[in-house]
């Protein structure tokens, strides 16, 4: 979810609602939220609504053949499993994003998220606080993640996504922009930098991405991205 690439879903790294079509960035046609996973990726997003008109459920999964974060491959170049749930009701959402990973020391991530998605006029807004844990290193960290997007027009889109995390003073910022040809195909793009903040010995961390996407229904997508960053092989 969920935003950002652990969100281009860390907002699916976040997860939609089930009126949404998959990839708003990490789900499929008009909406951005930031690249999930990586190279080659197919999803599925099924929904299913409670029986009350209050509350609103959505869940869905990936297979990718990289976990791209923040311009560095968390499973070694190989493919991965993710998948999210959330629960939505009024502003507020709950959700709950996992990947298989290959970092040399833990082989899966599990997220959690709380937080608000007001709307202000045109804008979609979701603020969130997101907690990582590992199945062996266990608690990692938690950051604050505020998105905006607004439509530019019936087929363009701009998103704008900030995070922080208290714990370690890193901030990430990232612009993203996504043009639908149709209701089946549309392509996305995003830069992203953390201005130092990552301790990186070459300073600034900078990482781009542009990718295609292939409807083939209301709950099943295909991406191909290409990602970059100054830190990692392309």
Same mark, same amino acid.
């Given at each position: 979810t969920m935003w950002r690439q652990k969100?281009?879903?860390?907002?699916?790294?976040?997860g939609?609602?089930?009126?949404?079509?998959p #990839?708003?960035?990490? #789900? &499929?046609?008009?909406?951005i $939220? @930031?690249?999930l996973a990586a190279a080659i990726a197919v999803g599925m997003i099924p929904c299913a609504a409670s029986a009350q008109d209050s509350f609103e459920f +959505?869940?869905? =999964?990936?297979?990718?053949? *990289?976990?791209? +974060? *923040?311009?560095?491959?968390?499973? *070694?170049?190989?493919? $991965?499993?993710?998948?999210?749930?959330?629960?939505? @009701? =009024?502003?507020?959402?709950? &959700?709950?994003?996992?990947?298989?990973?290959?970092?040399?020391? #833990?082989?899966f991530e599990l997220e959690l998220s709380l937080g608000i998605r007001p709307q202000l006029g045109d804008l979609d807004i979701s603020l969130s606080y997101a907690r990582t844990l590992y199945d062996d290193s266990g608690d990692c960290c938690g950051e604050v993640i505020l998105f905006v997007e607004q439509p530019l027009s019936d087929r363009i889109s701009a998103g704008t996504g900030i995070s922080y995390d208290p714990g370690s003073d890193e901030f990430w910022l990232e612009v993203l922009n996504e043009y639908a040809f149709d209701e089946v195909w549309s392509i996305s793009g995003g830069v992203s930098t953390d201005f130092g903040t990552d301790d990186e010995e070459d300073g600034n961390v900078v990482t781009w991405d542009? =990718? $295609?996407t292939r409807a083939f229904s209301e709950t099943f997508y295909g991406n191909l991205r290409y990602h970059y960053s100054n830190i990692g092989t392309a």
């Open positions: 969100a281009r879903t860390r907002v699916v790294r976040r939609r609602a089930c009126h949404q079509i #990839n708003r960035s990490a #789900n &499929g046609i008009p909406m $939220v @930031r690249p +959505s869940f869905g =999964g990936r297979i990718a053949s *990289d976990y791209i +974060s *923040d311009g560095e491959s968390l499973s *070694d170049g190989r493919p $991965v499993l993710q998948g999210y749930a959330e629960v939505e @009701r =009024g502003l507020l959402f709950g &959700g709950i994003w996992g990947s298989t990973i290959d970092d040399g020391e #833990n082989e542009l =990718g $295609v």
